[in-house]
């Protein structure tokens, strides 16, 4: 059984463009969560989407969208980038909203900003 | 909303001894309390969790142990062996947060052959 699968692996962008990131789920997962990891830091919780339908938020500007698809997948879109964006942006999957399901991650997409 | 703060940032033992990393955690409202090792260029995985009604679980070399009172859980690896060097994080998720996690600042672990 296939884990989480994200697209691109790696991303180069300029400042001002817009980058679209791509994760599959689990087979069977619903809920997919989209983290930022900084260099040297801990993952940030950016969005939660369960059932297609935006379940949390994170700390980050209005430039950050993502949405769910009816097969479970997800994107997440960042607008006018800044050289602060570059991450690492790992997506992971858990098979519902409960509070304590185990959630495997993706192996992120390394967004890097010129 | 959550906070976590994790110690140490580093953490060097020599192979065979024990390592010992806390954190603590703001919202008494957490139940889960994750831990996650990644190592260089890899993805997070999940190497023991802990729920709010549990105080200690262990497997194998690794255990988990939570004071709720304090707020505060710890991840005791013993026995370490060089290929259990990486940046260990501890998580939080709030009860009614679905699943967000808030995650420490992680813990380089390095254990010298």
């Known amino acids: 059984d296939a884990g989480v699968t994200q697209s691109p692996t790696h991303l180069i962008k300029t400042r001002g463009q817009h980058v679209t990131l791509r994760c599959s789920p689990i087979s069977g997962h619903k809920s997919v969560s989209w983290y930022q990891q900084v260099l040297g830091q801990g993952p940030q919780f950016i969005f939660q989407?369960?059932?297609?339908?935006?379940?949390g938020r994170g700390n980050f500007p209005d430039r950050f969208s993502a949405r769910q698809f009816p097969n479970y997948s997800s994107e997440l879109n960042v607008n006018a980038l800044l050289l602060g964006d570059s991450a690492l942006y790992l997506c992971?999957?858990?098979?519902?909203?409960?509070?304590?399901?185990?959630?495997?991650f993706g192996p992120g997409t390394r967004l890097t900003v010129l | 909303g959550e906070n976590v703060e994790q110690h140490p940032s580093t953490l060097s033992v020599q192979e065979g001894d024990s390592a010992v990393i806390k954190c603590t955690y703001s919202?008494?409202?957490?139940?889960?309390f994750p831990w996650y090792k990644q190592e260089l260029g890899k993805r997070p995985q999940l190497i023991i969790d802990i729920r709010s009604n549990v105080g200690e679980k262990k497997d194998q070399r690794i255990a988990v142990t939570l004071n709720k009172t304090a707020k505060h859980f710890s991840l005791h690896i013993t026995e370490t062996q060089p290929e259990d060097s990486a940046v260990y994080f501890c998580?939080?998720?709030?009860?009614?947060?679905?699943?967000?996690?808030?995650f420490g600042e992680g813990t380089q672990l390095t254990v010298n052959p």
């Open positions: 992971a999957s858990s098979h519902d909203r409960v509070s304590y399901n185990e959630q495997f």
């Open positions: 919202d008494s409202a957490s139940n889960y």
């Open positions: 998580a939080a998720r709030e009860k009614t947060s679905g699943s967000r996690l808030t």
């Open positions: 989407y369960y059932e297609k339908e935006e379940r």
